[in-house]
């Protein structure tokens, strides 16, 4: 509603101001100088045919408000000398009333905006993302970011890297079960589900698949390592001198 009073004072300051919109003004003429006036005779021959009632001399301008509006602010002015007093008047009523919104609905729209970015660029405004524990990744079910392709025909999603080089437990579905009832090797139902082997690409060798896709790298944790609780880890203090 508010935007909407706002296009209406500048539609309606438009209206105004370019009033009779035939683009027609009086000829200019250097300060000090009496205004351009046509000839005696070729006034009296306008007035008997056209109905010329007045003798000064006009030619086409450019009546919009809108380019002269940026004008204001170096000293310029709205007003055409055509203009009778009271459409003078209402123009500039309109003109000052279309300023004072357009500043209002800038600060209401874009003030808190630019405050806080500018008071930003001293003032740091960090938000964390989560809170911290005491949980180890090992101990946790998380998983890792692995490019999947999934459709609703798929009854397992489609791995887009090779499965050889990180551990099945961190995808987001398990086949170990139905390896074990198949009586199948451990591992190759992950590998078909993967686009990376022979069955879907034949004819790449191992070198070329591997341009094509991504690989998952896994580091496993030392051999007999044993993570304690954060309770339980003892840090050392410095000795008293």
């Known amino acids: 509603m508010v935007f909407a009073v706002y296009c209406h004072a500048v539609m309606t300051m438009i209206f105004f101001s370019e009033f009779p919109f035939d683009n027609v003004c009086l000829k200019t003429h250097k300060l000090g100088e009496s205004a351009p006036t046509l000839d005696f005779r070729v006034y009296r021959e306008a007035q008997e045919m056209y109905n010329v009632t007045t003798d000064l001399i006009h030619e086409r301008c450019d009546q919009t408000i809108t380019g002269r509006l940026l004008g ?9 000398d055509n203009m009778y007093g009271k459409q003078a008047k209402v123009v500039q009523m309109y003109v000052y009333l279309v300023l004072g919104l357009t500043a209002i609905l800038f600060i209401a729209g874009f003030g808190a905006g630019m405050v806080m970015g500018c008071w930003h660029l001293f003032k740091g405004a960090y938000k964390s993302e989560g809170d ?45 079960e139905i390896e074990s009832k198949l009586g199948v090797e451990e591992g190759s ?5 993967s686009l990376m082997n022979k069955a879907e690409l034949p004819g790449y060798s191992e ?24 309770s339980d880890i003892k840090v050392p203090q410095e000795e008293e001198a």
Do not use: W
Not at 72 to 80: H, L, P, Q, T, Y
Not at 212 to 227: A, H, M, N, Q, T
């Open 72 to 80: 204001m602010f170096a000293g310029g002015s709205v007003m055409r």
């Open 132 to 176: 911290a524990n005491s949980q180890h990744f090992t101990t946790c079910d998380i998983l890792a970011y692995i490019p999947f392709i999934r459709h609703s025909n798929l009854a397992f999603p489609l791995i887009v890297c090779d499965v050889r080089s990180f551990e099945p437990k961190y995808l987001a579905f398990d086949l170990s």
């Open 189 to 193: 139902l992950y590998s078909a589900q």
């Open 207 to 230: 070198e070329e698949m591997a341009q094509l896709f991504s690989e998952i790298k896994y580091y496993p944790p030392p051999e007999g390592l044993v993570e304690l609780p954060d």
